[in-house]
């Protein structure tokens, strides 16, 4: 294989592939093969995304909603605890044991979700973010944790983004099978760009879905600490106590910039050109329409 095809090739150190979609090693074929048949709840709530899309702001947001000692502060519990990855499931948490509703995140996509799921049991909340954005946060993640495989030229980066040889594949094939199989799923869906622009609005939104009531004076504690300096301060939503095996190995933190248009302090003009001569097209079919920096709207 030449040079340039290896580059776009993701290391099997890193990634398996199950059935169209890259998973990390961290999980097992056997695991993502059985949630087929993972029995679902009425009350089960999944929180599902692409990576980079804002699914610890959306964590923290119905940890808040849902949990009142996650509110007052009088709870200190894992992220990962409270509402556990199902596809990556490395605490080995008892799912038929969780409190009810259960809340699960996961980036599957749409047609390797549980059966009862696609049946419209269950409630799923779909969080997408502008895939510009999307990529950056995409790349200073890979630098970041030890479970991705660094890839310090950008221009690579994006070119394995744009081919979907990343974790979690292609983000247009993941955001588009969600939005087209939507009538088999009970599902909201949320842009992180609208959660930035009116956060109260998009909690209002999740507690209405959920059928959860809070008083006034709860929704103002749930939106002052999910707001992104607040939850900067949060060793939980940084997975500052993060396991072992899913150390992180670079500088910074897990919450990084937070903001819509960041794309523009990294991509040149002519990496922006190329990314809107794959994608553009493609995205202007899509029924949700992205918001590029928080002046502008497509
Ligand atoms: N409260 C709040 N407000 C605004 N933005 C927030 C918030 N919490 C997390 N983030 C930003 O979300 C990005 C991480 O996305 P994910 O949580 O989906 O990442 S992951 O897939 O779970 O690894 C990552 O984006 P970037 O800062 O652009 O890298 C986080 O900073």
């Given at each position: ?46 929180i599902t995304t692409y990576p980079k899309s804002g699914t610890v702001w959306t ?48 980036h ?17 909340i779909y969080v997408s973010r502008n895939p510009k954005d999307v990529l950056v946060s995409y790349y200073?993640f ?19 983004f ?6 979690a594949?292609?983000w247009f094939?993941h955001v588009?099978?969600w ?10 869906f949320l842009t992180y760009e609208e959660m930035k622009k009116?956060?109260?609005?998009a ?25 992104f ?27 990084r910039k937070g903001t819509v248009g960041d794309w ?15 994608l553009?097209?493609?995205i202007?079919?899509l029924?949700i329409k992205f918001t590029w920096d928080l002046?502008?709207?497509m």
């Amino acid at each position: 294989m030449s040079d340039n095809r290896l580059a776009m090739e993701p290391s099997k150190e890193f990634v398996f592939n199950y059935k169209g979609c890259y998973f990390a090693v961290n999980t097992t074929p056997e695991h993502v093969a059985s949630l087929e048949n993972f029995e679902i709840k009425d009350s089960d709530i999944f929180i599902t995304t692409y990576p980079k899309s804002g699914t610890v702001w959306t964590q923290n947001i119905l940890s808040l909603i849902l949990h009142k000692g996650h509110r007052n502060g009088t709870e200190n519990m894992e992220t990962m605890d409270r509402i556990p990855w199902l596809e990556y499931n490395i605490r080995n948490a008892d799912f038929d044991s969780l409190p009810s509703p259960r809340v699960f995140v996961t980036h599957l996509p749409y047609y390797l979700t549980p059966r009862d799921l696609r049946n419209r049991k269950g409630r799923v909340i779909y969080v997408s973010r502008n895939p510009k954005d999307v990529l950056v946060s995409y790349y200073h993640f890979s630098k970041f944790i030890v479970t991705l495989e660094e890839i310090p030229d950008f221009n690579i980066f994006m070119e394995r983004f744009l081919a979907g040889k990343v974790l979690a594949s292609a983000w247009f094939d993941h955001v588009s099978g969600w939005c087209n199989h939507a009538k088999d799923f009970n599902i909201l869906f949320l842009t992180y760009e609208e959660m930035k622009k009116d956060l109260r609005s998009a909690v209002l939104k999740i507690c209405n879905f959920i059928g959860k009531k809070l008083s006034e004076e709860e929704i103002e504690s749930v939106v002052r600490q999910a707001t992104f300096e607040n939850m900067q301060k949060d060793p939980r939503a940084n997975y500052a106590n993060m396991p072992e095996d899913l150390a992180i190995k670079g500088k910074g933190r897990f919450l990084r910039k937070g903001t819509v248009g960041d794309w523009k302090n990294t991509m040149t003009v002519a990496q922006n050109e190329r990314f809107d001569e794959v994608l553009m097209d493609k995205i202007k079919t899509l029924p949700i329409k992205f918001t590029w920096d928080l002046e502008s709207e497509m």
